[in-house]
């Protein structure tokens, strides 16, 4: 079998004209294992958000090309979903589409043993990815250092408590 990022770029090839003729943004592809089982994981995106019928819809139409092709050789679960409102930045244009948004970033190694890091990205360039820290510091690292980098768009004050 091929590896888990040739697997990956392969199962990318059968579901993008699907996915793009459903009006749908492949988001990111995971090939992943956990515990016995490999889980092929597809997350998709869309202006205006994600629903149901649009995981439904991408996960009919691939299904038969994906067996037909048989880019994965062992026995698999297919999962079709949103990346979710605090979505995981993964490529180079996702991070160039939220420059300007608050992010969530973790370090691979911890920077005076601090490892996660949260702000608004200012700027993205070249797998730099500089965020200003809310106390007016800013931190600029590379891609490869982080753990990941994810939209940190939750805000407690944005709901109203109950009492």
């Not at 067996?67 to 050789?73: K, M, R």
């Not at 999962?79 to 973790?106: C, N, Q, W």
Request: glycine fraction near 6%; hydrophobic fraction near 35%; aromatic fraction near 8%.
């Amino acid at each position: 079998m091929a590896g888990k990022g040739n697997t990956v770029k392969r199962v990318e090839e059968i579901v993008k004209p699907y996915a793009d003729e459903l009006g749908l943004e492949l988001w990111d592809i995971r090939f992943v294992k956990e515990g016995s089982d490999w889980y092929l994981r597809i997350f998709i995106d869309k202006e205006g958000g994600i629903s149901i019928d649009d995981c439904v819809d991408l996960t009919r139409a691939v299904t038969k090309p994906l067996d037909e092709a048989d880019p994965i050789s062992q026995s698999y679960t297919l999962e079709v979903s949103s990346p979710g409102i605090e979505r995981e930045l993964v490529t180079d244009a996702h991070f160039e589409k939220y420059v300007g948004s608050r992010v969530l970033m973790r370090l691979i190694r911890p920077i005076e043993k601090v490892r996660d890091f949260s702000g608004v990205m200012s700027a993205y360039e070249k797998g730099d990815i500089t965020v200003e820290l809310e106390d007016g510091t800013s931190i600029t690292v590379n891609k490869k250092e982080t753990s990941f980098v994810k939209l940190d768009d939750f805000d407690i004050n944005d709901f109203e408590q109950e009492l």
